[in-house]
């Protein structure tokens, strides 16, 4: 037996990625049969028509402009300036609350994600999140020394379960003092939900009443798909919600360039916190660079130059909003085709109202992903379903697509 070198606290850590591995499967798949006669549902990225991995022209153009010191200079911990209000001016989009703000430049949004947990999660404390979850949550809890529970996310009329979030944050609170809470809206990954401006009302009344017992919330609102749920104003009406809440509640936004800049292997995100106390705010900007020196240490200057660049020319702005725009249209048409047919052969797939993915309930994910290997359909199974990746399938291969998960499900029934 081959002798153990890992910290105790580390050997344990095997990463297992349905993911990646449904990704491999459909690759071997392809190489057999012809990419042309194989659907690949499980890709996390928008690809286009052609099934080639789509981007903005505007990006590419104003990236490829910068000086070569855009590339290789270090840039400053917290990040550039001017890339931090850019995000905040993004993210908000004409919504912005009134309140204290600041930011840090991140590793995409899972380093948002991750600065969030390191600096306000107790160790041994839960982070509260929904059933339906980005799985790399719990990586990020479990690495860090804390764990996720979740509240289910859907009633039994698949709207926003008020009931049960209530219930685990009132549970959770009878033994912690702090509570980290993830909501993944609008566009949530995996099932395409967005809470209504309803929703946001019992959270924030659910959150307040702990707030007035002195109890601690951070709330981390995960944008990752904001910009394909729709109409930007509109999809940001919520925010305007967190103006001047209780001084013990913050409010977090995880921002990421990887889907609106299809920017994903650049790597940069943001960080951005909101609180109604100039000192929380103060707090959080030292504490996050602290967190950054020690891990990633700076972030990709060329990456926020580039969105600086973009932000600031108004011709250039006006052309990306343009091309984003139509990758959105773009990928709100498959899922639609997708809920379309589901209705009509009966698949109880879970409401989609935009974004990446969509997913439909099963007691035996992997079952019925295997069953669709026989149609050369490849999707990723999860812990309570099967996750379709709407932006990975081109339109002419999605029609059929529903109706084949029905057919798989019935056999393995």
Same mark, same amino acid.
């Given at each position: ?76 911990? +917290? ?7 850019? +995000? ?5 989009? /004409?919504?912005?609350?009134? /309140? ?110 702990? +707030?007035?017992? /002195? ?46 800049y299809t920017f994903y292997g650049q790597r940069c995100g943001a960080l951005i ?28 200057? /060329? ?61 035996n994910p992997q079952a019925v992903c295997d069953q669709l290997h026989e149609d050369l359909i490849f999707a990723v199974p999860l812990k309570m ?16 697509? +529903? ?11």
């Amino acid at each position: 037996m081959a002798i153990q070198m890992a910290a105790s606290h580390a050997a344990s850590r095997i990463l297992k990625d349905a993911i990646f591995g449904a990704a491999a499967a459909c690759r071997t798949a392809a190489a057999v049969h012809g990419e042309e006669n194989v659907v690949n549902a499980t890709i996390g990225a928008v690809m286009d028509d052609a099934g080639k991995l789509a981007h903005l022209p505007t990006v590419e153009r104003v990236f490829r402009s910068l000086p070569i010191e855009d590339y290789i200079a270090y840039a400053p911990i +917290a990040g550039l300036p001017e890339y931090l209000e850019a +995000a905040i001016d993004i993210t908000f989009a /004409g919504n912005r609350p009134d /309140g204290f703000l600041g930011a840090i430049a991140t590793a995409g949004g899972t380093g948002a994600l991750r600065t969030a947990v390191d600096n306000y999660v107790e160790r041994r404390d839960q982070v509260l999140t929904s059933d339906w979850f980005w799985g790399t949550y719990k990586v990020i809890c479990q690495e860090l020394g804390c764990s996720v529970t979740n509240f289910q996310l859907f009633d039994e009329e698949n709207n926003f379960n008020h009931k049960a979030f209530a219930a685990s944050v009132d549970r959770l609170f009878q033994t912690q003092e702090s509570l980290l809470i993830i909501l993944n809206t609008p566009a949530h990954n995996p099932t395409g939900y967005s809470l209504s401006l309803e929703d946001w009302d019992h959270v924030l009344e659910t959150i307040k009443k702990h +707030a007035k017992e /002195g109890k601690k919330i951070q709330l981390l609102v995960d944008i990752a798909y904001i910009d394909f749920a729709g109409e930007k104003f509109e999809t940001r009406k919520f925010m305007r919600k967190f103006a001047n809440l209780p001084e013990n509640i913050l409010t977090l936004f995880a921002f990421s360039m990887s889907k609106a800049y299809t920017f994903y292997g650049q790597r940069c995100g943001a960080l951005i916190a909101l609180s109604s106390n100039k000192g929380v705010i103060d707090e959080f900007s030292e504490i996050s660079k602290y967190a950054a020196r020690a891990t990633w240490s700076n972030i990709n200057r /060329g990456a926020m130059t580039l969105l600086t660049r973009i932000q600031q020319d108004s011709a250039a702005y006006t052309s990306y909003e343009a091309e984003r725009d139509a990758l959105y249209h773009l990928v709100q048409e498959r899922g639609d085709i997708f809920m379309k047919e589901a209705a009509a052969c009966s698949l109880p797939a879970l409401p989609y109202k935009g974004g990446f993915f969509l997913a439909i309930p099963a007691a035996n994910p992997q079952a019925v992903c295997d069953q669709l290997h026989e149609d050369l359909i490849f999707a990723v199974p999860l812990k309570m379903g099967v996750r379709i990746a709407a932006c990975s399938v081109p339109s002419r291969k999605m029609h059929g697509i +529903a109706e084949k998960v029905k057919q798989a499900m019935d056999k393995i029934s």
